[in-house]
């Protein structure tokens, strides 16, 4: 036994609001998710110029361990005899060790701000060509 035609028709959305309280919240729900949508949309220009910054605070991170190599490893030791030695040493290999650290994640910061630049070089590239090819606007206008 097939089911009643009716039953086969897809069913009004019952929000139990008269129809235009129902436009009005349609359209409120509309220019919410426009909202959500540019606030997520990817800027590769921004993603551009977190990158340069990136780099420059890299940069200075290798200056400023530069103009301190002597204070941190240089210390002198603090008296004649051998536990005066011993501590000066320790202290000099923990400021050779934090330099290391600190410019290896200087290189790393600048690693990743040139992979940033190129990601959103390349996401600038695949976004006109979309473009390009499909005539592509999406609903915020680019």
């Known amino acids: 036994m097939d089911p009643p035609e009716e039953d086969l028709q897809p ?6 609001l008269p129809p ?3 436009e009005s919240r349609l359209r ?27 780099v420059e605070i890299a940069h ?3 200056i400023a361990n530069a103009k301190k190599a002597s204070v ?5 030791a603090p008296g004649k005899d051998s536990a ?8 000099n290999a923990r400021g050779v060790l934090y330099q290391v650290h600190t410019d290896r994640g200087a290189e790393i910061g600048k690693q990743f701000s040139w992979s940033l630049k ?4 390349e996401y600038e590239d695949t976004d006109e060509r979309s473009k390009s090819l499909f005539g592509y606007e999406d609903s915020c206008g680019t």
């Open 11 to 16: 069913a009004e959305p019952e929000w139990g």
């Open 20 to 22: 235009d309280l129902q």
């Open 28 to 54: 409120e729900l509309q220019a919410s998710w426009l909202r959500d949508l540019q606030a997520m949309r990817a800027r590769p220009d921004g993603m551009a110029e977190v990158s340069a910054k990136m």
């Open 60 to 62: 200075q991170i290798s």
């Open 72 to 76: 941190m490893t240089k210390i002198p």
């Open 84 to 91: 005066s030695a011993l501590l000066a040493r320790f202290f």
């Open 118 to 121: 190129d990601a959103a070089s």
